[in-house]
């Protein structure tokens, strides 16, 4: 991340906008090597950890990548979960569902990770558009998430 994002998301907190800095991103996955599995907010859901906290505090590992999570079989992403125990009955319903919201989900090999604004996901994040738009400046207004 920028050198920048903290000054980023103190104006936007000192502007008092409604929504969270954070809420109007949203990662585009590629390799999977800058996303944290469970603390991002990378799936449909949101962030795993507060979708899924039993799973998360059984995983392992815990503060993790994306790309710590499975491998590549062939040139196609697989995942491999791991728990610190075997799950009880009662988990692997929860498991289900993790499963099914991983359904679908898959790295790219030869693409980084990276940001798109949430409602306009082909502009991609930058800093520099961001001050854009805090300096006013018209083309920043018309995508950002307001």
Avoid at 119 to 124: A, G, L, T, V
């Amino acid at each position: 991340m920028s050198i920048w994002w903290k000054d980023l998301k103190e104006v936007w907190v000192s502007e008092n906008w409604e929504r969270r800095f954070e809420d109007c991103f949203k990662w585009k996955i590629g390799n999977g090597k800058l996303i944290s599995f469970w603390e991002d907010n990378w799936t449909r859901c949101g962030d795993l950890k507060s979708v899924f906290p039993r799973l998360c505090f059984l995983s392992i590992p815990f503060r993790s990548k994306l790309a710590e999570f499975g491998n590549w079989v062939e040139g196609v992403w697989e995942w491999k979960l791991a728990w610190r125990r075997n799950l009880f009955k009662w988990e692997k319903v929860l498991e289900s569902q993790f499963l099914q919201e991983l359904q679908g989900l898959r790295l790219k090999l030869d693409l980084d990770d990276g940001w798109v604004w949430k409602d306009k996901e082909f502009y991609s994040y930058s800093v520099n558009f961001t001050y854009v738009f805090l300096r006013g400046e018209p083309e920043g207004e018309s995508i950002l998430c307001m």
